[in-house]
């Protein structure tokens, strides 16, 4: 989860020779809670826009309880919350006030500067309950990184469905097979969430520059090459990529696009291609300025927010390669 960063995902070369990449990402238990976080990673920053990707659970809450990731910022990036099982109830600055439920999509552009929260609903808390789910980032192009903040939340019927042979793709983000995403993106993308039957087949889009698979359950095989749950493969540009379900099927995130130019500093929550940038956003941010600063508080949830981590107060702006 994007308040408060887990340990650098492993990064090695792979045996298949379709593979640029492969990543098998770090888990880390926040209180009961596991998140598993496959970008960036130290041989790998971006596929491409993408900058950050978290694996939420599968988490079950067998008693009153549930997830409060409170008030927090950003600058630079865009959010993408995507779940299979569970809710959020997301709050920000700007207003935005928005439940999201299993294969919609909420859509956060920080630019400037953004707050927002994202907690179990109180509808919740009491019952028995999971939580499963993808959290990411996108950087912004530089001529967008400081553009007015802004909030999408699109429905589960709103995304296109492309299904064939065993293999349904939901397009959350972008353009693929020839079908557009209602999300308003400032960069050529593709992002899927893709649900093989045992034994399917799912071709990758061979029109973008960057792409790469996330297996979130079961298992693929890649030119004979077997992928457990919990790792993500980077493919090499222009190479025609298809992988295959193990027996028990699969379920995948399939993301990619188009290189952005310049490279993109990381602390925190924050994502530049300006170190200044960053360092003002980390002064705004500890100022804690409500009423006169850049940042304010979601409305409806302004009790609390997240400090900078201590551990984290002494460090620069990473460039990861």
Not at 225 to 252: H, N
């Amino acid at each position: 989860m994007s308040w408060n960063p887990t340990q650098d995902p492993e990064s090695g070369a792979a045996g298949c020779a379709a593979l640029e990449t492969l990543i098998i990402p770090r888990a880390r238990d926040i209180g009961g809670f596991e998140v598993r976080r496959a970008l960036p990673s130290p041989k790998r920053q971006m596929v491409g826009p993408f900058i950050f990707f978290d694996q939420m659970g599968p988490a079950e809450f067998l008693t009153a309880g549930g997830i409060d990731v409170r008030p927090h910022p950003h600058i630079g990036l865009g959010t993408v919350t995507y779940l299979y099982r569970g809710e959020f109830e997301h709050r920000d600055s700007i207003g935005s006030h928005q439940m999201i439920y299993p294969g919609e999509v909420n859509w956060m552009v920080a630019g400037r500067g953004v707050t927002h929260s994202e907690r179990t609903s109180q509808a919740t808390r009491g019952t028995r309950h999971s939580l499963f789910g993808i959290q990411t980032w996108i950087a912004l192009p530089e001529d967008r990184e400081e553009t007015e903040p802004s909030f999408e939340h699109h429905g589960k019927d709103s995304l296109p469905v492309i299904e064939a042979g065993g293999a349904e793709a939901r397009l959350i983000l972008g353009r693929a097979y020839g079908a557009e995403s209602p999300v308003t993106l400032p960069s050529e993308t593709f992002y899927l969430d893709v649900v093989l039957a045992p034994g399917a087949r799912f071709p990758l889009p061979d029109d973008h520059e960057d792409r790469g698979i996330h297996v979130a359950e079961g298992s693929i095989e890649v030119a004979g090459d077997r992928f457990e749950a919990g790792r993500m493969m980077i493919f090499r540009p222009g190479d025609a990529i298809s992988v295959t379900a193990g027996p028990e099927g699969a379920r995948l995130m399939a993301l990619g696009g188009a290189t952005l130019k310049g490279p993109r500093y990381i602390w925190w929550n924050f994502v530049s291609s300006s170190k200044d940038r960053i360092a003002q956003a980390r002064a705004d941010w500890q100022a804690a300025d409500w009423a006169n600063g850049p940042f304010h508080l979601p409305p409806g949830d302004e009790a609390e927010f997240i400090p900078i981590p201590p551990e984290l107060d002494r460090t620069r702006p990473r460039d990861w390669k």
